[in-house]
């Protein structure tokens, strides 16, 4: 939309899990941990992260804070696969844009349909902020998207 819609308190990081390894690999002296069930297990650098993670917090060694985490995507070749409903999926060349300063940020309309399964106040939030910037394409999606995973959500009315 051009600006943040509101203030966020840590840093995502969208990776394809294919590439969790060389990414962890190449930031040196930080530590990784790998998220399930409310754990966080320690992962080692350079590794593949175990199936039941689906995203690494990261921090600098030796800190308390964590500074990033690193959600994991999934990816079949050439195409992204949305983990809770495999039959979700966009090319990958289609699922992120880059803003102003070059930098890749995943399509709204995806980070949507993640935000959907539990939708917090700040994600009610985000999606009523950003609906009516969809484009009727990214509307589109983002309706058959929910209407697969969970097809009574009460944003599809909205859509």
């Known amino acids: 939309m051009g600006s943040a819609i509101r203030r966020h308190g840590d840093l995502d990081v969208g990776c394809l899990r ?3 390894a060389a990414l962890t690999s190449a930031l040196t002296g930080w530590e990784f941990y790998g998220a399930s069930d ?6 080692r650098p350079g590794t593949a992260p175990e ?3 689906n995203s690494l917090w ?10 990033l985490e690193l959600l ?7 195409e992204w696969l949305f983990r809770r409903e ?14 102003a300063a070059g930098i890749s940020v995943l399509q709204p309309e995806i980070q949507l349909l993640y935000k959907a399964k539990s939708a917090r ?10 609906r009516n910037h969809l484009d009727p394409e990214a ?21």
């Open 18 to 20: 294919r590439d969790a």
């Open 38 to 43: 409310g754990r966080l297990t320690p992962v």
């Open 51 to 53: 199936p039941r993670f």
């Open 58 to 67: 990261a921090r600098p060694v030796g800190h308390t804070h964590w500074r």
């Open 72 to 78: 994991l995507d999934e990816c079949d070749g050439t």
């Open 86 to 99: 495999p039959s979700v999926r966009r090319p990958l060349v289609t699922i992120t844009w880059r803003d």
């Open 121 to 130: 106040p700040c994600d009610e939030q985000d999606f009523e902020r950003t």
């Open 139 to 159: 509307r589109a999606w983002l309706r058959l998207a929910l209407s697969r995973v969970h097809p009574s959500h009460r944003w599809l009315p909205s859509l």
